[in-house]
Antibody, heavy 119, light 112 residues
Framework: EVKLLESGGGLVQPGGSMRLSCAAS????????MYWIRQPAGKAPEWLGF??????????EYNPSVKGRFTISRDNTQNMLYLQMNTLRAEDTATYYC??????????WGQGVMVTVSS | DVVLTQTPVSLSVTLGDQASISCRSS???????????LEWYLQKPGQSPQLLIY???NRFSGVPDRFIGSGSGTDFTLKISRVEPEDLGVYYC?????????FGSGTKLEIK
């Protein structure tokens, strides 16, 4: 069974940093692109970026809205996906999801983790 | 960025009736490889989004055939025939043709 479980959220001050983790299980992790998406309360989701699979060299792409502040990485020995977030702002407050992606779309999502940026 | 405009914003439907949601894109979503990377997701209350439709009209595994995606270029539609109670939630279109990928603003389906 495919499972994705995010962790690492919470309250952080403006200008601070936070690293989110996503533990993957039930599939061959290195075969898949992995995405990060966020969703402010009551609003539409926003695609943040992805990291490619082994066949495509684990390279990354980012939404310009977070490029330079957010970094996506993966530990393929531990089946872990990460989102490092720096210089956080109030508008980064949201629920953050990791998702597995195939040619068919984002087929499995985690349950999400909340991040609140506030003083 | 590509803007996806969904209409209506909300929809109240009687059980067993049909619902139709429109997603219009500010640019054509046909990619250079000939595919159109337009997807539909449903977010049920308190849950993560779940994939319904990919490449405009292909149902994801396990999605009932009551869900029908159609369209091309810039105009896309999701039809739900014979609406059931478990269909309530917010429906989002999503494009993965142009970087950055973007979601529509959502359509909330309520049951009368």
């Amino acid at each position: 069974e495919v499972k994705l479980l995010e962790s690492g959220g919470g309250l952080v001050q403006p200008g601070g940093s936070m690293r989110l983790s996503c533990a993957a299980s039930g599939f061959t992790f290195t075969d898949f692109y992995m995405y990060w998406i966020r969703q402010p309360a009551g609003k539409a989701p926003e695609w943040l970026g992805f990291i490619r699979n082994k066949a495509n060299g684990y390279t990354t792409e980012y939404n310009p809205s977070v490029k330079g502040r957010f970094t996506i990485s993966r530990d393929n020995t531990q089946n872990m996906l990460y989102l490092q977030m720096n210089t956080l702002r109030a508008e980064d407050t949201a629920t953050y999801y990791c998702a597995r992606s195939t040619t068919e779309g984002m087929d499995y999502w985690g349950q999400g983790v909340m991040v609140t940026v506030s003083s | 960025d590509v803007v996806l405009t969904q209409t209506p914003v909300s929809l109240s439907v009687t059980l067993g009736d049909q619902a139709s949601i429109s997603c219009r894109s500010s640019q054509s979503l046909e990619y250079s490889d000939g595919y159109t990377y337009l997807e539909w997701y449903l977010q049920k209350p308190g849950q993560s989004p779940q994939l319904l439709i990919y490449e405009v009209s292909n149902r994801f595994s396990g999605v009932p055939d009551r869900f029908i995606g159609s369209g091309s270029g810039t105009d896309f539609t999701l039809k739900i025939s014979r609406v059931e109670p478990e269909d309530l939630g917010v429906y989002y279109c999503f494009q993965a043709t142009h970087d950055p990928f973007t979601f529509g603003s959502g359509t909330k389906l309520e049951i009368k």
